[in-house]
């Protein structure tokens, strides 16, 4: 079950192997906001988002069997490379399955953290179906990219350090903004906020025409999103959200938000220079939304978590040149 | 006097007011310095350099009146924003005089920040001479850059933390090396580490063509630069150490090092790709040591204090394109 006694336990064995990322601001960005807005920087966690505490958790829950045998997951490349860290720091095999057209940077970490890569392609190929035949023929334990309990908890220790990190600053009522894929994120840190400061509202992220989680919340239903690829913000296209985190965020969250490609970019260059952090598009959703998309909100100060940072020099460069 | 008990009290004063910066890591930088690195981002401080603290440090320990009447200071624009923001919000008018060539996005975040911004010619005009005048004219309290007691002690802080967290990570013996201009930060890192990791070996850093520090203690006496301008790493361009600052540095770092304007910018394109921090050219200067002049260093760790990250778009995308 996902729940808050899952969210300590996972920060207890959190303790001393994930970052405690800072709580970040800048008077510029409030301008922008019309309201006091905090950053969760995750982008600074250990391999550059926030994949690691949910690869963290999942690993040493495994029994030393399973650790021994090896872990399998698929990935645009965040979760990818959290699970290759953790996989390597518990002595643990690790095989990857990640797109073709995820950044470079992504697959080369991944590779560097000692992971095995296989490809695939993300228009005609499922990834599931690959990963759960790679799985049984190897004998590894699948470590789902988000619907899965323990990945949920590791990600909700975000939440945790977020109502302990904000009460220290005097926040009590927030939205806070998340940037949502299958909503493992999402979901770990509405559960956390619901234990730890139910002032606190979760707004899941989205780019435009990969929006499924806003629409099912709308709907009261799953829906999927009609493409796979075709945005910047490869952290995050899901098809759909998932069977676990779903009903959590339907019970928890607020509506969703939408921001565009160029708001991605935009919010990454104010990212570079008011808080000198560096953000992937994907991981800038949130901030984004909290820019640029303040009417949409109902709190008094916005909360936005950076998720990652793991982005293509070229690309980065782009966003300079164009907002920066 | 520059003590340690005036840094714990410059600490106490700062609680809650400035950021404590995480100390990062990437086992790809680990490789790369041939031993393991720890990165004190201070970037992250608020207005994106460590400068915040002395300022705070120096507007906390003036009288009401003093505050009430206004400060100056000269600056590259790291020390002038660190200034604007601590003077903003102990509701101090502040004057600040800084260089025609400073970065634009320096120049511009002063003035933001509320301060008053007075251009001189740093090559044909001696900016402690524009201070004092100023000073003397307005009833102003001048805060120098570094050689100052309260700055010192405020910087220092930077000391006590790097002593903290590299405990909790089982870090002892190591070098830090610190990005140096004038030698504030320098000396009251160095102060701090005396009392509370004497173990912990301070190294300045400086660029090419501006080794005053590092040829002062070699010769045993204060050297001057030959130039005021012509490097990238314009926030550590001072023309010498300073009176109250040489002396400490002389009795307790080890010997300086000495990068090139290509060190400065490969080690931001490394943070930009392993640490998701953005640093400017001369807050890169102790990273840039760590890595590629590990060689000089003796203990088994390197800790950098990477200092600032007010750098402009297009020099930062340079970086990337040259070594992202």
């Excluded at 160029?262 to 820019?291: C, Q, S, T, Y």
Aim: net charge negative; aromatic share 4%.
């Amino acid at each position: 079950m996902s729940t808050l006694s899952a969210i300590h336990a996972a920060a207890d064995r959190l303790q001393g192997k994930a970052r405690r990322t800072p709580l970040l601001s800048s008077p510029f960005l409030d301008d922008i906001a019309g309201r006091p807005l905090f950053v969760k920087a995750e982008c600074l966690q250990h391999t550059g988002s926030f994949k690691f505490r949910g690869g963290w958790a999942a690993l040493s829950a495994l029994t030393p069997a399973q650790r021994a045998q090896g872990v399998l997951a698929y990935s645009s490349g965040n979760h990818a490379q959290g699970i290759a860290a953790a996989a390597a720091a518990h002595d643990t095999p690790a095989v990857i399955v990640m797109p073709s057209d995820a950044p470079q940077i992504k697959i080369n970490n991944t590779r560097a953290l000692g992971a095995e890569v296989v490809l695939y392609d993300r228009g005609s190929e499922d990834r599931d179906q690959i990963g759960a035949d790679l799985a049984m023929s190897r004998g590894l334990t699948l470590v789902k990219p988000f619907d899965d309990h323990e990945v949920i908890a590791g990600q909700g220790t975000v939440g945790l350090e977020i109502a302990e990190q904000a009460r220290s600053l005097g926040v009590d009522a927030a939205d806070v903004l998340v940037c949502c894929g299958g909503g493992g994120l999402t979901a770990g840190i509405a559960l956390a906020l619901e234990g730890e400061n139910p002032a606190m509202v979760v707004r899941p992220c989205e780019p435009e025409g990969f929006d499924d989680v806003t629409r099912s919340l709308a709907n009261g239903h799953i829906c999927r999103n009609d493409k796979t690829t075709g945005s910047l913000c490869d952290a995050i296209l899901t098809p759909q959200p998932g069977d676990i985190t779903f009903p959590i965020l339907q019970r928890l969250c607020g509506p969703g938000l939408v921001i565009s490609e160029d708001d991605a970019l935009r919010a990454m260059a104010l990212a570079f220079n008011r808080l000198k952090i560096v953000l992937e598009p994907g991981g800038a959703a949130a901030l984004a939304a909290a820019l640029f998309h303040g009417d949409a909100l109902t709190a008094p100060t916005a909360i936005a978590v950076a998720t990652g940072g793991n982005v293509d020099p070229a690309l980065f460069a782009k966003a300079l040149d164009k907002f920066g």
